[in-house]
């Protein structure tokens, strides 16, 4: 008698997780596709996907930044920015070789002892997306938000706005960087 209740309960638990007969749980062709990428963790809603790719890169681009010296505005990172914001970085340094002395990421020349706070990523569409990263520095707490752009399947970086509104890519044009 205890039989029978113990298989229906055995064949609800294997439905629902859907075991085929030879044993292996079926696939989902789609599921599978988006998330191949993923190399770890629970899976990630599909939608979800861009949102959290471009977080990633914000952050690790903080890291880089505060944590190893890294610079995004040296010219072997190239790759970092879109093509058109690269020929604004280059213009300003044709014009002039000092042309950049702070560093739009900080708004500093020296970003020792500051720290990557919440980075709020908001996507337009799947292409462009806006991250803002509250940074923390001894004395203050201040937004710098990044627009950036998906090229060749990874996000890149189109602009840097400051927390007085302005851009990089205007603050270059008007020789002010």
């Keep these: 008698m205890r039989l029978i209740p113990i298989a229906a309960t055995t064949a609800l638990v294997l439905a629902s997780c859907n075991v085929t007969a030879e044993g ?33 890169f914000v952050r690790e681009l903080y890291t880089g930044i505060f944590e190893d010296g890294y610079s995004p505005l040296s010219e072997t990172e190239s790759g970092l920015w879109t093509p058109e914001a690269w020929e604004d970085i280059e213009a300003a340094w044709d014009r002039d070789p000092g042309a950049i002395s ?72 008007a020789g002010e960087a």
């Excluded at 696939?27 to 809603?45: H, L, R």
């Design 24 to 56: 292996d749980t079926a696939t989902n062709d789609a599921a599978e596709a988006q998330t191949a990428t993923q190399t770890s963790g629970p899976a990630v809603e599909p939608q979800a996907l861009p949102t959290n790719e471009a977080e990633t």
């Design 102 to 173: 702070v560093d739009p990421f900080c708004e500093c020349q020296d970003p020792e002892g500051m720290q990557a706070g919440p980075i709020e990523v908001t996507l337009s569409d799947n292409q462009t997306a806006t991250a803002v990263v509250q940074l923390v520095a001894a004395d203050r707490r201040f937004p710098v938000t990044l627009r950036l752009k998906r090229g060749d399947d990874v996000w890149l970086i189109d602009d840097v706005v400051g927390a007085n509104g302005r851009t990089f890519r205007q603050n270059l044009a």
